[in-house]
């Protein structure tokens, strides 16, 4: 069992950067793949990034590829999003997750991660 909080977000105008920290509790943080995940108002939640478990690889999804950075700090049991050159549709609730899996293509989806963080709002605005 894992306990993910996630913190960092608040409201940006566009442009600007915000870098958000999900910090897990639990079994040991290094055996966890990590992702990130966002929700925007009716829409479904979509797969943003994820890193392996010694943050050697990374998946980002297209449209945040050289924008946003994911990394880890296993001795402190976080997984950071940098998020740079913030963009209006970057806008939603970002979730945090974590799995005992292996790094591929099903990174992607939500189905594959056993634990999930509360979520935490990032706005941004023109």
């Known amino acids: 069992q894992v306990q993910l909080v996630e913190s960092g977000g608040g409201l940006v105008q566009a442009g600007g950067s915000l870098r958000l920290s999900c910090t897990a509790s639990g079994r040991t943080f290094s055996t966890y793949i990590m992702g990130w995940f966002r929700q925007a108002p009716g829409k479904e939640r979509e797969f943003v990034a994820a890193i392996s478990r010694s943050g050697a690889s990374i998946y980002y999804r297209d449209s945040v590829k050289g924008r946003f950075t994911i990394s880890r700090d296993n001795a402190k049991n976080t997984v950071y999003l940098q998020m740079n050159s913030l963009k209006l549709e970057d806008t939603a609730v970002y979730y945090c997750?974590?799995?005992?899996?292996?790094?591929?293509?099903?990174?992607?989806?939500?189905?594959?991660?056993?634990?999930w963080g509360q979520g935490t709002q990032v706005t941004v605005s023109s």
């Open positions: 997750a974590a799995d005992t899996g292996g790094l591929t293509e099903a990174v992607r989806l939500t189905s594959t991660y056993d634990y």
